[in-house]
């Protein structure tokens, strides 16, 4: 838990959301900003300020599986979604603490912007 970061308030529920799905480890909820018909944030309720500041690759796999769940709760299953890490400046991160976008409702471009 860092004490300025907005997600571990999230994370540990000083600040409310409405979660899409939850298990012991991460949280997902909507983006407040969103970038598509769907887009769910997934983040680890443990502070990890960017995604190589994670050692244990099996931390990133159950991210992964837990994005795939969020997808799964928001019916993207079928049609398909993104996953997207940003990484520090040049990854457009602006929230330091990790968090995976999933993206889907409409055709993603490729390659972004
Ligand atoms: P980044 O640019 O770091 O990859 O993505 C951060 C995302 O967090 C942005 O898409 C932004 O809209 C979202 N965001 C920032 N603050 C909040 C918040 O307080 N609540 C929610 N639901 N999303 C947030
Ligand atoms: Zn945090």
Request: proline residues 5%; negative net charge.
């Amino acid at each position: 838990m860092s004490d300025d970061c907005i997600f571990c308030k999230i994370a540990t529920k000083q600040i409310p959301v409405d979660a899409v799905y939850e298990d012991d480890e991460f949280i997902a909820f909507h983006d407040l900003n969103r970038q598509a018909p769907v887009h769910v944030l997934v983040i680890p309720k443990a502070h990890f300020p960017t995604v190589m500041d994670v050692t244990d690759a099996s931390v990133l796999g159950r991210a992964m599986l837990a994005a795939n769940e969020a997808a799964r709760c928001m019916n993207l299953q079928d049609d398909g979604f993104r996953i997207v890490v940003n990484c520090r400046d040049d990854g457009g991160q602006t929230v330091y603490h990790l968090h995976l976008h999933v993206l889907g409702g409409r055709f993603m471009q490729w390659p972004p912007g």
